[in-house]
């Protein structure tokens, strides 16, 4: 019997899809306090010389480069939450779909698992963004881009459903879907392979902080690199002028989507234009 409850008593406690969610977004908004003015900076750079050269990026206080911080926090919930809730979830479905047992972690259906994750955080959450980018984006010592005064995230969503209705709530939706997507694709496989390759070898225990460490690192590299070409092109998608066709609709005056986006950014500042504000975003 005591040998019985010990066994139980070591195996490993599972999360469920609610607590994974509630998890994820308490994490992401302790992340988002700290990092929130390399965002601001992050935005501006990535808006600095649209489709010319020149600009640049001024510090304006703390409220400055805390700007956004509200929608921030509520986008980071919908998007990380839903980035560690339905990981699990969609693998053991995609497994079980292809026949493969729910244990099997297989490279393949984890980075189908974090990308459709992503995808469904990148929806839940791209009002948000929106509001957010805008906001960080609003210099009035320095503007850069377009500019929308805000007074508040509930601000920022009213004034453009008013303006645009439903679907200036989702502009930009499928550059944000791409975007994080890219990212989902490979953070949580990346952070697993290194993980393994740290313990298998010898190199780290698996309780060790250096373990975390090591993963995160090699987890956001590679992030950074698979998904700031799309992140630079969702700012300037969301912080685009727009206007409105005869038949109601509002379209943006710069790009008409995430490839034309890509396009003219390589053609008129050149490829590595894609990676602006990298340093910060890292």
């Known amino acids: 019997m005591a040998s019985r409850t010990s066994t139980k008593a070591k195996r490993p406690s599972t999360i469920n899809t609610a607590e994974g969610f509630i998890i994820g977004g308490i994490a992401a908004c302790v992340a988002v306090t700290i990092s929130n003015p390399a965002e601001v900076a992050k935005t501006r750079l990535q808006l600095q010389g649209e489709l010319a050269k020149g600009g640049g990026v001024k510090n304006e206080g703390i409220r400055g480069i805390q700007r956004g911080l509200g929608p921030a926090y509520s986008y980071q919930i919908l998007l990380n939450g839903s980035r560690l809730g339905f990981y699990e979830p969609?693998?053991?479905?995609?497994?079980?779909a292809f026949g493969f047992s729910p244990t099997d972690q297989l490279?393949?259906?984890?980075?189908?698992?974090?990308a459709a994750s992503g995808a469904v955080g990148a929806v839940l959450g791209n009002p948000l963004f929106m509001a957010k980018a805008r906001m960080q984006a609003y210099s009035p010592a320095l503007p850069v881009g377009a500019q929308?005064?805000?007074?508040?995230?509930?601000?920022?969503?009213?004034s453009i459903f008013v303006a645009q209705g439903a679907r200036g709530l989702v502009r930009g939706v499928?550059?944000?879907v791409l975007?994080?997507?890219?990212?989902?694709?490979?953070?949580?496989?990346?952070?697993?392979?290194?993980?393994n390759q740290l313990i298998?070898?010898?190199?780290s225990r698996t309780d060790s902080i250096w373990t975390y460490l090591a993963?995160?690192?090699?987890?956001?590299?590679?992030?950074?690199?698979?998904m700031q070409p799309a992140d630079t092109t969702l700012t300037r998608m969301y912080?685009?002028?727009?206007?409105?066709?005869?038949?109601?609709?509002h379209v943006g005056t710069l790009y008409k989507g995430p490839i034309d986006r890509l396009w003219k950014k390589a053609k008129t500042e050149g490829i590595m234009a894609w990676y602006k504000g990298s340093t910060a975003h890292n």
């Open 200 to 203: 298998s070898h010898g190199i």
């Open 148 to 158: 929308h005064n805000y007074k508040s995230g509930f601000d920022a969503l009213r």
């Open 90 to 96: 969609f693998r053991l479905s995609i497994n079980k």
């Open 107 to 114: 490279p393949a259906t984890s980075i189908a698992a974090s």
């Open 179 to 195: 975007r994080t997507s890219m990212g989902s694709l490979v953070q949580l496989p990346t952070y697993n392979w290194t993980k």
């Open 174 to 176: 499928d550059a944000a």
């Open 215 to 226: 993963c995160s690192s090699v987890s956001g590299i590679c992030v950074l690199l698979m």
């Open 239 to 249: 912080n685009q002028p727009t206007k409105q066709l005869p038949d109601g609709r």
